[in-house]
């Protein structure tokens, strides 16, 4: 277990006690690198309906998603008129 890391003294009295900061937890990659898969496609995801949705190639039928997304695409710089 890491040592933690004391802060630097001050010029408070020397009654005070030094502050300790808890040292960082190093998190393995193996357990983030699927949260972070996970988070990209579900980015790219959300990006395809936003941005390309109702057009040429479309999952939904109809123009709801383009009515419920239409200040978002003008936002991130889509034309849908």
Do not use: N
């Not at 890391?5 to 408070?12: E, G, N, V």
């Amino acid at each position: 277990m890491a040592q933690p890391i004391t802060a630097p003294r001050t010029a408070a009295p020397r009654t005070a006690a030094p502050r300790t900061i808890p040292a960082p937890v190093a998190i393995p990659v193996r357990e983030w690198l699927p949260w972070a898969a996970f988070v990209g496609v579900l980015a790219l995801a959300l990006f395809y309906v936003v941005g390309l949705e109702q057009g040429a190639t479309h999952i939904f039928h109809g123009e709801w998603v383009h009515e419920w997304v239409h200040d978002a695409r003008h936002l991130l710089g889509f034309p849908c008129h």
